[in-house]
C-alpha cells in the first residue's frame, strides 16, 4: 500500500497526522498478507492497526470480540469517523440481523464485529475471497493460560481452516510467553509476525502512599479534580459501600459496583460512567474489563491488589487517550496481611505468595518504581522515569543505626511476642492497655523513641523488614521478630543507612497547588459541549473527540475550518459534524476572555474579504488563495457574523434557507451540523446548512 494513501487515510477518518510506534509496521505487515500477533498495552493504539487496513482492503474485514458492551462502543466511534460498519451478537432480533446480513451482501460495511458464539450464524454469507482480513481482538481470551478465559473462543482455530488465504491479525494486552504461543498455536498462525510494543506508559504518574487516613486523602486528591472520571479499587464490598457513601455526602457522583448487584444493575452503573454521567466508580476488582472509556484521569488502589499483573492492568485503564492521569496505591500491612491469608488458602499458594511478595517489594521501594514495575514484565529501563513518586522525592538517607538499635532492641526485650503496633507503643511510651496489662513499661526500651511519630515509626520498621533486620511471623499473630542479621547491628557495632521519611503533607500542599483549577477554562467548556452532543446522540462523549484533542483545541484556538481540521483526532466526518459548534464556542470563549488570538492566520479572513469585496465569486476565491470551497464558506459567515457587510443570501436559496428555518423548531434549536444533514436524507449539504444557520442566528 502507497505510504501516502495510509497517511491521508489516517488523517480523513482518525484525524491523526502521525502513528504510534509500531503501528504502520503491523499496518505494513497486514498489507503484505502475513498473518500478526500484536502485544501491545492498552490505550498502545489497537484498534487502528486493523481498522485502518480494513478502509482500505476492498472486502469485509471480520472482527472477533468477547464483549458486547465494547462491540457497540467500537462501531459507534467507527460510525462517528465515517467509517460504515456494524456489529452482530445474541442481543439482536432477527430483523436486525437480517438487514446486516443484506449490508454484507451489498458490500457496503467495511468492518463487522462478531461475538464467538454469532460466528456460525454468518458463515453460510461468507467464502475465502469475500472477507479481506480477519482480526481478533483481546486474543488471550483463547488461552486457558491467561486470565479471562473464554471457552468459545476456543473454535476460532477453524477460521484459518475456513479462510485460509485471508491474513488474521491477533490482538492482546497479555505479554506472558505460554499466552501468547498458545494464541498462535490455537488460531493455527504458526508463522504469524509477532510485534511486541513497550508496556511503559509514561503517561500514568506512579505513587504508593501510606494507608492511613485514606478517605482523607482521597478527598483531598479529588479537591482539584472535581470534574474527571476515576476509578477506586477495593477489595471487599463494604469498602467499595463505605467509599461511595463518604464520596456522595461530599458532593461527588459516585457509585459502588461489586459482585452483590444484579447483572442488571452494573450494567446501568457501567453505562453511567461510560456517558459521564457517574463519575467515580468505586469497585471490587471485577470493574473495568473492556471499557473503553480514554479519558479516566485516575485510579487509586484503597487497597494493595494481589499482584503487579492486576495491578498494571488496573492502573492501566486510566490515561488510554495518553494524556496525563494519576495513581495511587494505598499500603497498608493489613492488607498484606489479609492477602497473605487468602494466597495461603488458594489452589497454588506457592505461586500467589511469591507474586504478593514482588507487589509488596513494589509497595515498599525506595528506587523508580516504573523500572521495578516493567522489570517485572521483563523490560529493562537505564533511565529513573521522573514520574512516579521516588523520582519526584527522592529518598535522603542518613545514618539510621542508632533508631534501628532502639526497634530492634525493643523486639528482642519483646521476645519476639508483639505485632509493629505495640512495638511502637512501647517504643513511644504509651499508655495504653496492651502496653500496662503486660507490664512493658518496667523494659529498658520503654518510651525511648517518643521523639518520632508513631507514623515515622512504622515506616522505618517497614524499611528494617525491607533490610532483612526483621521479619513478620505470619503464623504466628503478625509478630516482629528478629534474623540473625540484626545482631550485628544490635551487639556488633554494625551500621545502616535509614532513608528520611518525606514530609508528605508539605508534598500533598505542593501538589494541590500545581493541579491547576480547571474550572472556567476552554477546555471545561468544550467538554460540557461535548457531554451535550453526546447525550443528543446517545453515544459516550468521548467518542465525539477525546480529552487530548479538547486539549489541544484549547491550546490551538482554531477559528476556521482549515486550522480546526488540523487538530490531531479531527477527521473528515468530525469536522463536518461538530466543527461548526466547537469553534463557535471557542470564538465566544475569546470574545467573552478578550483574548486576542496571536493573529498568525487571523489575516486569511481579512484576504478572503477583500477578494470578495473586489467581487470575486467563492470558487475564484478558492482558486486564488489555493483553499477549498468549504473554507471560502466558512470565511464568510464568519466575516458575516462579526459583522461585515456580506451578503450571505446569495448563496442559499430561499427555500433552503425556510426548510432550515422550519428544521429548527422541529430539532428544537440544535446547533449541530448533523441532525439537520440527517433530516434532509442529505439533501441540502452541510455548507448550506451552515451559512443558513448564520443568517438565522442573525435574524433572531
Ligand atoms: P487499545 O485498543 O490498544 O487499548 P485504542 O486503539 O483504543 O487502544 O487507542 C487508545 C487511544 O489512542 C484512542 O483514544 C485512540 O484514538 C488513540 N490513538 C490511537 N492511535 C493514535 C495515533 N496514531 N495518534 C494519536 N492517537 C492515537
Ligand atoms: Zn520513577
Not at 464483549?67 to 432477527?94: R, Y
Not at 462478531?114 to 481470551?141: N, T
Not at 506457592?350 to 523490560?379: D, H, P, W
Not at 535509614?498 to 472556567?520: Q, T
Request: hydrophobic share 35%; glycine share 6%; with cysteine.
Amino acid at each position: 500500500m502507497e505510504e501516502k494513501k495510509l497517511f491521508s487515510c489516517l488523517k480523513e477518518y482518525f484525524g491523526y497526522d502521525s502513528f504510534r510506534p509500531l503501528q504502520k509496521k503491523i499496518i505494513d505487515s497486514v498489507f503484505e498478507g502475513k498473518d500478526n500477533l500484536v502485544i501491545m498495552p492498552t490505550g498502545g493504539g489497537k484498534s487502528i492497526c486493523f481498522q485502518l487496513p480494513a478502509i482500505l482492503l476492498p472486502k469485509i474485514t471480520l472482527v472477533i470480540s468477547p464483549l458486547i458492551a465494547l462491540m457497540k462502543d467500537q462501531v459507534d466511534g467507527l460510525v462517528a469517523n465515517g467509517i460504515p460498519a456494524a456489529f452482530l451478537n445474541s442481543s439482536q432480533t432477527a430483523a436486525e440481523q437480517q438487514e446486516i446480513f443484506q449490508h454484507i451482501d451489498d458490500n457496503q460495511l467495511k468492518l463487522l464485529y462478531v461475538a464467538p458464539e454469532s460466528l456460525q450464524v454468518i458463515d453460510r454469507f461468507l467464502s475465502d475471497g469475500k472477507v479481506s482480513l480477519i482480526a481478533i481482538d483481546e486474543a488471550h481470551c483463547i488461552s486457558s493460560w491467561g486470565h479471562d478465559f473464554r471457552p468459545a473462543y476456543t473454535q476460532l482455530g477453524y477460521l484459518k481452516n475456513r479462510f485460509p488465504t485471508t491474513p488474521l491479525i491477533a490482538l492482546t494486552a497479555t505479554a506472558d510467553k505460554a499466552t501468547r504461543k498458545d494464541i498462535c498455536d490455537q488460531l493455527n498462525i504458526p508463522a504469524a509476525k509477532k510485534h511486541i510494543a513497550s508496556f511503559d506508559r509514561k503517561n500514568l504518574s506512579l505513587e504508593v502512599r501510606p494507608g492511613t487516613k485514606r478517605l482523607e486523602q482521597i478527598l483531598q486528591f479529588l479537591e482539584p479534580r472535581k470534574n474527571e472520571s476515576g476509578i477506586i479499587y477495593c477489595l471487599s464490598r463494604k469498602n467499595t459501600e463505605d467509599v461511595t457513601s463518604k464520596l456522595k455526602a461530599n458532593g461527588f457522583k459516585a457509585e459502588a459496583y461489586h459482585a452483590g448487584l444484579s447483572h442488571k444493575e452494573r450494567t446501568k452503573i457501567q453505562d453511567n460512567f461510560i456517558n459521564d454521567k457517574k463519575q467515580i466508580i468505586c469497585a471490587t476488582i471485577a470493574f473495568g474489563m473492556g471499557i473503553d472509556k480514554s479519558n479516566i484521569r485516575w485510579v487509586i488502589h484503597y487497597n494493595m491488589p494481589k499482584n503487579l499483573e492486576g495491578y498494571y492492568q488496573e492502573i492501566g485503564r486510566s490515561g488510554r487517550d495518553g494524556l496525563p492521569s494519576d495513581t495511587i496505591l494505598f499500603h497498608s500491612y493489613a492488607d498484606v496481611v489479609m492477602l497473605q491469608k487468602f494466597a495461603e488458602t488458594s489452589g497454588n499458594s506457592g505461586v500467589q505468595l511469591a507474586k504478593l511478595e514482588r507487589m509488596k517489594q513494589y509497595s515498599e521501594a525506595l528506587t523508580c518504581r516504573r523500572k521495578i514495575l516493567l522489570s517485572y514484565f521483563g523490560e529493562l529501563k537505564q533511565e529513573d522515569c521522573g514520574n512516579c513518586d521516588i523520582c519526584r522525592n527522592p529518598p535522603v538517607f542518613f545514618d539510621g543505626t542508632l533508631i534501628a538499635q532502639k526497634a530492634l532492641s525493643c523486639i528482642y526485650r519483646l521476645k519476639g511476642e508483639e505485632p509493629i503496633t505495640t512495638v511502637i507503643d512501647v517504643l513511644r511510651g504509651a499508655q495504653n492497655e496492651s502496653v500496662l496489662e503486660k507490664n512493658y513499661q518496667a523494659l529498658k526500651t520503654y518510651g525511648v523513641g517518643k521523639e518520632i511519630s508513631w507514623h515515622n515509626w512504622q515506616q522505618y520498621i517497614i524499611q528494617l523488614i525491607n533490610l532483612g533486620f526483621v521479619e513478620i511471623a505470619f503464623h504466628k499473630h503478625n509478630r516482629l521478630q528478629l534474623t540473625a542479621f540484626a545482631k550485628d547491628v544490635l551487639f556488633d557495632g554494625g551500621k545502616l543507612q535509614l532513608a528520611k521519611n518525606p514530609d508528605l503533607k508539605e508534598i500533598r500542599e505542593k501538589e494541590v497547588k500545581s493541579v491547576r483549577k480547571k474550572d472556567n477554562s476552554l477546555f471545561e467548556q468544550l467538554r460540557q459541549l461535548r457531554l451535550k452532543l453526546a447525550k443528543e446522540e446517545g453515544i459516550p462523549a468521548y467518542l465525539i473527540f477525546n480529552d487530548a484533542t479538547l486539549k489541544e483545541m484549547e491550546k490551538e484556538r482554531p477559528m476556521t475550518d482549515e486550522d480546526f481540521i488540523e487538530i490531531n483526532g479531527v477527521g473528515r466526518k468530525k469536522m463536518q459534524d461538530y466543527g461548526y459548534q466547537f469553534i463557535k464556542e471557542i470564538i465566544a470563549f475569546n470574545k467573552e476572555k478578550r483574548v486576542t488570538k496571536k493573529v498568525t492566520r487571523g489575516n486569511t479572513h481579512k484576504i478572503t474579504l477583500e477578494f470578495y469585496n473586489e467581487g470575486l465569486s467563492v470558487e475564484e476565491i478558492a482558486q486564488k488563495r489555493g483553499l477549498s470551497g468549504t473554507t471560502i464558506y466558512s470565511h464568510l459567515a464568519k466575516l458575516y457574523a462579526d459583522g461585515e457587510k456580506i451578503d450571505l443570501n446569495k448563496f442559499v436559496s430561499k427555500a433552503d434557507l425556510l426548510a432550515v428555518k422550519k428544521a429548527k423548531i422541529e430539532l428544537e434549536y440544535t446547533e449541530a451540523l448533523k441532525p439537520y444533514y440527517e433530516h434532509f436524507e442529505e439533501a441540502i449539504d452541510y455548507w448550506t446548512i451552515r451559512l443558513a444557520l448564520t443568517i438565522l442566528e442573525k435574524e433572531e
